[in-house]
């Protein structure tokens, strides 16, 4: 069964209004997730690492301001796109690893994210 | 960001026959993860690998971590129509002071399966 969920699976928003999505890690605790960005027919690209307890980390080119994170407790990632365009239309995914012996990466089902 | 080398791109083939795809890098990798995503979903693990030269199968589904730490290949055989999908090899290598790294991906191999 899915181990990492996300909700909402999709979301059609106004331009310039702010759409928040969430990562919840269903069996185990994450102190770190991933939020990824994906277009369509190409790979997934790295946004950032979210970091239970810290800021989270940012890839190059990837701003900050624009989409928030908040890793609110270590079950929970939040992702904030801010004044959403056109242009921030896309899949999001977020990632959690389940430590342990041998780390493992899950994947959650994926926001598909239209603005209007 | 970094990617992998990950061929074929695509492969259409008929049901029944077997599929073998690959992942290449300039690194040595810990970590291999293969992956299948469908329209619309997140992608869902298939096989880890966490030791060079170690074979696992997931039911038809065979990958291999490579003696060298910078390759594995995918293998599925008997494919049938709900294999259709893009499949995702990741990667992750161990950095500078023992930290793990990041997860690299690459670009994905579509797979069309023809009933």
């Known amino acids: 069964g899915a181990v990492v969920s996300q909700h909402p699976s999709w979301v059609i928003c106004k331009s310039g209004t702010s759409v928040k999505i969430e990562c919840r890690s269903l069996?185990?605790?994450?102190?770190?997730m991933f939020w990824y960005r994906q277009f369509p027919k190409q790979s997934l690209m790295l946004m950032a690492t979210?970091?239970?307890?810290?800021?989270?980390?940012?890839e190059q080119g990837v701003e900050k301001d624009k989409f928030l994170i908040n890793h609110a407790s270590l079950t929970l990632s939040t992702l904030t796109v801010t004044s959403a365009h056109p242009e921030d239309s896309s899949f999001y995914i977020c990632?959690?690893?389940?430590?342990?012996?041998?780390?493992?990466?899950?994947f959650g089902p994926g926001t598909r994210l239209l603005v209007l | 960001g970094q990617q992998l080398n990950q061929s074929p791109q695509s492969m259409f083939i008929q049901e029944g026959e077997d599929v073998s795809m690959n992942c290449t890098s300039s690194?040595?990798?810990?970590?291999w993860l293969w992956y299948k995503q469908e329209p619309g979903e997140g992608p869902v693990l298939l096989i880890a690998?966490?030791?060079?030269?170690e074979l696992t199968s997931n039911g038809r589904l065979t990958a291999q971590f490579g003696i060298t730490r910078k390759d594995s290949f995918l293998n599925i055989s008997a494919s049938i129509p709900s294999d259709v999908g893009i499949y995702f090899c990741?990667?992750?290598?161990?950095?500078?002071?023992?930290?793990?790294?990041?997860?690299?991906f690459g670009k994905g191999t579509k797979l069309s399966v023809k009933p």
């Open positions: 990632s959690a690893p389940r430590t342990g012996v041998q780390e493992t990466q899950y």
């Open positions: 069996d185990f605790q994450a102190t770190t």
């Open positions: 979210s970091n239970e307890g810290s800021k989270a980390t940012y």
């Open positions: 690194s040595i990798f810990n970590t």
């Open positions: 690998l966490y030791k060079a030269g």
């Open positions: 990741a990667g992750r290598r161990m950095n500078y002071g023992g930290s793990q790294g990041n997860l690299i």
